[in-house]
């Protein structure tokens, strides 16, 4: 079945950096956008990154622009979100989404990154 | 902050229609851009719930419906259950430069 599987969060410093990763099965990775949303605890859902299916087109939120880096690696059926100068404000469970036709069709489970000293 | 503007809870009885407003501005909802519908259980993984304004993805009870006018989207939940306390999220795209992709602050919904 589609399915989407982020990995890679954890507790990490303020200032320091984090990839995550998200492993997508069930259907043509290299054919769909992908996008990365966040939501900080307690909070609603924030739109992070996208990229378009062949991995040229990009767009960030203003957010984390210049900090963020979302890629992806078609051959590995995977999505990267490369995280540098962390902030406390990054806290949040990060998902990746299947992007079909500018809305959020599939998401994976999430994965909890927590920026703190 | 987001572009898109929820009220934050809405409450209902069982039965009852509670309906879920989100207002946008020019560059995205009144600029004509799809709007989508996400449902968040306690919990749980947002679920895309009404896609291209009106439109259901299977599975989705017929209990929900969507709708768009001008600079605004509504989602309507009828007939009210248990299980429809959650939270909704819209979601559209914006054309100007702050980013491309928005979501609205959210509504939790309560079913009383």
């Known amino acids: 079945q589609v399915q989407l599987v982020e990995s890679g969060g954890g507790v990490v410093q303020p200032g320091r950096s984090l990839r995550l990763s998200c492993a997508a099965s069930?259907?043509?990775?290299?054919?769909?956008?992908m996008h990365w949303v966040r939501q900080a605890p307690g909070k609603g859902l924030e739109w992070v990154a996208v990229i378009w299916y062949e991995g040229s087109n990009k767009d960030y939120a203003e957010s984390v622009k210049g900090r963020f880096s979302i890629s992806r690696d078609n051959s590995k059926n995977t999505l990267y979100l490369e995280m540098n100068s962390l902030r406390a404000e990054d806290t949040a469970v990060y998902y990746c989404a299947r992007d079909f036709s500018q809305r959020m069709d599939v998401w994976g489970q999430g994965t909890t990154v927590i920026v703190s000293s | 902050q987001s572009v898109l503007t929820q009220p934050p809870s809405l409450s209902g009885a069982p039965g009852q229609r509670v309906t879920i407003s989100c207002t946008g501005s020019s560059s995205n909802i009144g600029a004509g851009y799809d709007v989508h519908w996400y449902q968040q259980l306690p919990g749980t993984v947002p679920k895309l719930l009404i896609y291209?304004?009106?439109n259901r993805p299977s599975g989705v009870p017929d209990r929900f419906s969507g709708s768009k006018s001008g600079t605004s989207a509504s989602l309507a939940i009828t007939g009210l259950q248990a299980e429809d306390e959650a939270d909704y999220y819209c979601q559209s795209y914006d054309s100007s430069l702050t980013g491309r992709y928005v979501f609205g602050t959210g509504t939790k919904v309560t079913v009383l």
């Open positions: 069930g259907f043509t990775f290299n054919r769909y956008g």
């Open positions: 291209g304004d009106t």
